[in-house]
């Protein structure tokens, strides 16, 4: 079996949850090739050593640059923050290593095209990159795509698309990394607006053609990290950044909310937002038809809730649908029907999708063109807010003139 040497670059949150994917993907699924967890690399030796002990990678390094010269990594999985995506996802292309990167792929389009252009030259070369938008391979969002696919709901007229937290409604949770812009990039908007868009995308098939919304910072101003610079805070947010005594700026934006027109003239809304109290994960999206409705609750990630209008009036409503059958899309690999699965279950499937592609040469989805789609809708959503909310082309980023 033709081993895949694995190198992550990272330890946080994702690289918990990345970690557990390539331990279990190659024990559950009968993979293509077998991925190894060759080395985690990380700026602090001790902390990336703990954590190489802790999820099972034969090594840590510092250098980034140094590992993905190696002759023995074949893979680099980027779980950085946005600011260093681009830089390690084209380096590593470019030495000839199939990259799987964090979402959202970028801070900029700029740099989201750069890493796509080098992706395509990488794809002519054999070499695969891959971005992860992980929810896509939730079995039952991927099960609602297909009912779409088939026509389940007809003519797609409204998506709504939610994501929200609220970890960040206390004033004292001090700067991370996540609410400075030079390292984020974004909020709300690219953190988890990026998840709901790349959803509606891929649930639908539809892109997006224009958006009109407004972002918003609550806390203007939070405490600098008194003293250390990493740790975990709640939802998993990594709490490494600005260290020191008394606050500084959020340069970031808190609550994202925006309406988007489809290039098939269908409409869609979308909230993002780091403000809705009492909701700790909250991912929601429901697609309406002309012949029914398919709605997803990460809350209940184990189900859909299926309309379907061509069913006798009297016997028409909202049912919810079990995607824990053999039939139904990764499940049989794991247990038998109604026995759930969980959040941590699609980094596994990610690199299911991701090792086949790279073994059968086929680009995996989603692709950094994928990444690309929905960098310029964070673009120009963020455009728009500074343009009074004017409607907003996604592909130029530019006003579309008053008609
Ligand atoms: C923090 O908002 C976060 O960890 C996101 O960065 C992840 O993409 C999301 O899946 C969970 O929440």
Same mark, same amino acid.
């Given at each position: 079996?033709?081993?895949?040497?694995?190198?992550?670059?990272?330890?946080?949150?994702?690289?918990?949850?990345?970690?557990?994917?390539?331990?279990?993907?190659?024990?559950?699924?009968?993979?293509?090739?077998?991925?190894?967890?060759?080395?985690?690399?990380?700026?602090? =030796? @001790? #902390?990336?050593?703990? +954590? $190489?002990?802790?999820?099972?990678? *034969?090594?840590?390094?510092?250098?980034? /640059?140094? !590992?993905?010269?190696?002759?023995?990594?074949?893979?680099?999985?980027?779980?950085?923050?946005?600011?260093?995506?681009?830089?390690?996802?084209?380096?590593?292309?470019?030495?000839?290593?199939?990259?799987?990167?964090?979402?959202?792929?970028?801070?900029?389009?700029?740099?989201?095209?750069?890493? =796509? @252009? #080098?992706?395509?030259? +990488? $794809?002519?070369?054999?070499?695969? *990159?891959?971005?992860?938008?992980?929810? /896509?391979? !939730?079995?039952?969002?991927?099960?609602?795509?297909?009912?779409?696919?088939?026509?389940?709901?007809?003519?797609?007229?409204?998506?709504?698309?939610?994501?929200?937290?609220?970890?960040?409604?206390?004033?004292?949770?001090?700067?991370?990394?996540?609410?400075?812009?030079?390292?984020?990039?974004?909020?709300?908007?690219?953190?988890?607006? $990026?998840?709901?868009?790349?959803? *509606?995308?891929?649930?639908?098939?539809?892109?997006?053609?224009?958006?009109?919304?407004?972002?918003?910072?609550?806390?203007?101003?939070?405490?600098?990290?008194?003293?250390?610079?990493?740790?975990?805070?709640?939802?998993?947010?990594?709490?490494?950044?600005?260290?020191?005594?008394?606050?500084?700026?959020?340069?970031?934006?808190?609550?994202?909310?925006?309406?988007?027109?489809?290039?098939?003239?269908?409409?869609?809304?979308?909230?993002?937002?780091?403000?809705?109290?009492?909701?700790?994960?909250?991912?929601?999206?429901?697609?309406s038809g002309d012949k029914g409705a398919l709605a997803f609750d990460l809350e209940?990630?184990?189900?859909?809730?299926?309309?379907?209008?061509?069913?006798?009036?009297?016997?028409?409503?909202?049912?919810?649908?079990?995607?824990?059958?053999?039939?139904?899309?990764?499940?049989?690999?794991?247990?038998?029907?109604?026995?759930?699965?969980?959040?941590?279950?699609?980094?596994?499937?990610?690199?299911?999708?991701?090792?086949?592609?790279?073994?059968?040469?086929?680009?995996?989805?989603?692709?950094?063109?994928?990444?690309?789609?929905?960098?310029?809708?964070?673009?120009?959503?963020?455009?728009?807010?500074?343009?009074?909310?004017?409607?907003?082309?996604?592909?130029?980023?530019?006003?579309?003139?008053?008609?």
């Open positions: 079996m033709k081993a895949l040497r694995v190198a992550m670059i990272g330890y946080g949150f994702m690289g918990a949850a990345h970690s557990q994917g390539w331990r279990t993907a190659p024990r559950v699924f009968d993979l293509p090739a077998e991925p190894e967890m060759a080395v985690v690399v990380g700026r602090n =030796a @001790e #902390a990336v050593a703990a +954590a $190489a002990d802790k999820w099972d990678w *034969a090594e840590s390094a510092t250098d980034w /640059r140094e !590992v993905i010269a190696r002759d023995d990594i074949d893979v680099v999985d980027i779980v950085t923050p946005g600011d260093s995506h681009a830089e390690i996802a084209i380096a590593a292309l470019e030495a000839g290593k199939h990259v799987l990167c964090e979402k959202p792929l970028a801070n900029t389009v700029a740099e989201a095209e750069a890493m =796509a @252009e #080098a992706a395509e030259r +990488a $794809a002519a070369r054999g070499i695969q *990159a891959m971005v992860g938008f992980t929810y /896509r391979r !939730v079995p039952a969002v991927t099960f609602l795509r297909n009912l779409i696919a088939e026509g389940a709901v007809g003519t797609i007229n409204h998506v709504r698309a939610s994501y929200r937290q609220d970890w960040l409604v206390d004033p004292e949770m001090p700067l991370a990394w996540r609410l400075q812009k030079e390292h984020a990039g974004s909020g709300a908007l690219g953190d988890i607006g $990026a998840h709901a868009i790349d959803l *509606a995308q891929f649930v639908t098939g539809l892109n997006l053609a224009k958006v009109s919304g407004v972002i918003d910072t609550i806390v203007k101003e939070r405490p600098l990290l008194k003293g250390s610079t990493s740790g975990t805070g709640p939802s998993g947010t990594g709490l490494s950044g600005a260290a020191g005594t008394g606050y500084g700026q959020v340069t970031v934006d808190d609550i994202a909310i925006f309406t988007g027109r489809f290039e098939s003239g269908a409409l869609a809304s979308f909230e993002a937002s780091r403000f809705a109290t009492g909701r700790k994960n909250a991912l929601q999206i429901e697609v209940d990630l184990n189900s859909v809730q299926f309309y379907d209008r061509t069913a006798p009036a009297d016997r028409q409503g909202f049912r919810k649908i079990l995607v824990t059958e053999a039939e139904h899309p990764y499940v049989s690999a794991w247990w038998p029907a109604g026995h759930m699965l969980g959040y941590e279950h699609g980094f596994s499937h990610q690199v299911k999708d991701l090792v086949e592609g790279i073994v059968g040469g086929a680009v995996p989805h989603p692709s950094f063109a994928d990444g690309l789609r929905v960098q310029r809708v964070l673009d120009a959503v963020e455009r728009s807010s500074e343009n009074d909310s004017a409607w907003t082309r996604v592909a130029s980023g530019v006003p579309v003139p008053a008609s």
